[in-house]
């Protein structure tokens, strides 16, 4: 089988602002603002340190709308790392022409996300996704994804259609509902079959404890308050500690998941997730535990 190496890499929550209210986000209920100026400092001394190239995924929110930004592009470049972001894609070319300057051949890839219940000038987005795909690094990598619900699948295979005929990559999202994928008729199923973003066949059912996986290794998310996590799934090895606090501690080793679903496909897209290797659950409680008390009194002697 093919195994590729894992891909280092952080997911940064930059903000939680955004100029759209999309019906089925999760983070509308949030309280929305910017990670502090404080945290910023904390977050790029710790990529300072970083051995290697890592890929920092920005998100929000609408990453763009982030005070910093343009800053922090800069910076992680300049320590060696590359940078990437998912975007709601409403922002002017201008905006668009300034990323490729900050970033080069090092921005790793851009998702355009296609909201169509907040997108004014549908043809404009087309347009603008045309431009991008035309005018980015070659080396960056550009597509456009859109979650699918059952009154938009028509109106998304016309767009698929206009932009997969002009060069550019368009995916289908499974839609969650109460952070759970939803299925669809059998005839819609059938035609997004091999067209859903990456992974996320291979995740929508799959029973992940004791599946070997380097989250909290070679992969961790970085909250708006500071919080670092393992992914996207609570388990016993979640949480990885605070950088705001200066308690965030990353694994050493390998830690096989905990948790019984696998429910967002990114740190399978980075080759963190071993889908065919698992440990029983007496081996798995016997990498976890000791780990896991480990931490638990460092908590409470802090
Ligand atoms: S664009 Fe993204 S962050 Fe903004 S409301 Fe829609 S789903 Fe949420
Ligand atoms: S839920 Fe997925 S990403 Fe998280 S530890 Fe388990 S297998 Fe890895």
Redesign the pocket.
């Known amino acids: 089988m093919d195994i590729k190496a894992p891909i280092k890499s952080i997911e940064w929550e930059v903000t939680s602002r955004c100029n759209y209210k999309c019906e089925y986000c999760f983070q509308v209920w949030k309280e929305t603002k910017d990670c502090s100026s404080e945290l910023v400092d904390k977050v790029l001394e710790l990529t300072a340190s970083l051995d290697g190239r890592w890929l920092v995924k920005l998100i929000g929110g609408e990453p763009f709308l982030f005070r910093h930004f343009f800053r922090v592009c800069e910076t992680l470049i300049k320590q060696g790392h590359q940078v990437s972001l998912t975007s709601n894609f409403s922002c002017g070319q201008s905006v668009l022409e300034k990323l490729f300057d900050c970033t080069g051949a090092n921005l790793e890839g851009v998702s355009a996300s296609l909201h169509l219940s907040q997108t004014k000038d549908l043809q404009g987005f087309i347009d603008k996704c045309l431009w991008f795909e035309h005018n980015k690094h070659p080396d960056t990598g550009f597509v456009v994804t859109s979650v699918l619900k059952e009154d938009n699948f028509e109106q998304l295979k016309w767009v698929e259609n206009e932009l997969c005929g002009k060069g550019v990559r368009f995916q289908y999202q499974r839609i969650k509902i109460d952070g759970k994928y939803q299925s669809y008729p059998a005839e819609i199923e059938e035609y997004v079959k091999g067209k859903l973003s990456s992974n996320e066949d291979k995740?929508f059912q799959?029973s992940?404890?004791g599946?070997k996986?380097?989250?909290?290794l070679y992969?961790f998310r970085i909250l708006l308050n500071g919080s670092v996590v393992?992914?996207?799934?609570g388990?016993p090895l979640f949480k990885l500690g605070s950088l705001s606090d200066g308690s965030f501690k990353p694994f050493t080793k390998m830690?096989?998941?905990?948790?019984k679903?696998?429910?967002?496909p990114?740190?399978?897209n980075r080759n963190?997730?071993m889908w065919d290797k698992k440990y029983s659950p007496i081996v798995t409680a016997a990498r976890v535990l000791p780990e896991y008390l480990k931490r638990k009194i460092a908590e409470k002697l802090r």
Do not use: D, E, H, L
């Not at 996986?213 to 909290?216: F, M, N, P, V």
């Not at 393992?230 to 799934?233: E, H, K, Q, S």
């Not at 679903?261 to 967002?264: A, L, V």
């Open positions: 995740t799959y992940s404890f599946t996986c380097y989250t909290g992969f393992r992914c996207y799934n388990q830690m096989p998941c905990t948790s679903k696998c429910t967002c990114t740190p399978a963190m997730v």
